[in-house]
């Protein structure tokens, strides 16, 4: 069965420093892994997605993340926080059929 | 703006009531998919439509739980017989029929069942 780990449900950053949410996943097949953002009152939104190509993707608004295979992780990172990119972000993994298991989340703090 | 769009936005209702939520995606969108979502929690997969045909279906999809699409737009999820544990939001998402493509979120319908 497919599951995914987010250490830290919160993490604050000052605006203008290095943005790592981390995410740990695991799963019996090659796995293809996903980031969402969700601001409060919307729905979530992809940032980015791993499908066996590169191992660093890069998505939108400056984020990028790297899968390991070795380390069972996909951390997203972003070089330098925004305040506009507080919001909760959810890691998710896909393997086999259309069934996506998602992180329970991390909510990203921005302090001006 | 084409986006999924869900209705109603809230709902509060009475332990025991049924209760319908509906769910437009995005017109070409063949795949719709259904999530709960609790709080502190990530969404919960709960079914999933190719066209109008139920494909997968979780084991937290009790009984009391239908979802349909009978025309293979908009799709449909009914509680019935509510409990306090209903209480969550429901999301619905809708993606091309193709590999991995992108699922788009609508922005939920948020359950309360007193």
């Known amino acids: 069965a497919q599951s995914v780990t987010q250490l830290g449900s919160h993490v604050s950053v000052s605006e203008g420093a290095l943005v790592l949410l981390r995410c740990n996943y695991s799963?019996?097949?090659?796995?293809?892994l996903f980031w969402y953002v969700q601001y409060p009152n919307q729905g979530l939104q992809l940032l980015l997605k791993y499908t066996s190509a590169a191992t660093l993707v890069k998505g939108i608004n400056g984020f990028e993340a790297e899968f390991k295979k070795s380390e069972t992780s996909f951390h997203l990172t972003k070089p330098s926080a925004h305040m506009s990119d507080a919001a909760e972000y959810f890691c998710a993994v896909r393997a086999g059929g259309q069934n996506f298991v998602f992180g329970p989340g991390t909510r990203l703090s921005v302090l001006p | 703006d084409t986006g999924v769009s869900q209705n109603p936005r809230h709902k509060i209702t009475k332990r025991g009531q049924n209760v319908t939520f509906r769910c437009d995606p995005i017109s070409e969108h063949n795949r719709l998919y259904w999530y709960r979502q609790t709080l502190g929690q990530g969404p919960e997969f709960l079914t999933y439509?190719?066209?109008?045909?139920?494909?997968?279906k979780s084991r937290l999809l009790s009984d009391r739980f239908s979802a349909e699409r009978p025309k293979g737009s908009f799709s449909t999820l009914e509680i019935q017989r509510t409990e306090q544990g209903d209480s969550a939001m429901y999301l619905c998402?809708?993606?091309?029929?193709?590999?991995?493509?992108?699922?788009?979120f609508g922005p939920g319908t948020r359950l309360t069942v007193l």
């Open positions: 799963s019996s097949v090659p796995p293809y």
């Open positions: 439509f190719q066209n109008e045909a139920q494909l997968e």
């Open positions: 998402a809708s993606s091309l029929g193709l590999e991995l493509n992108e699922q788009f």
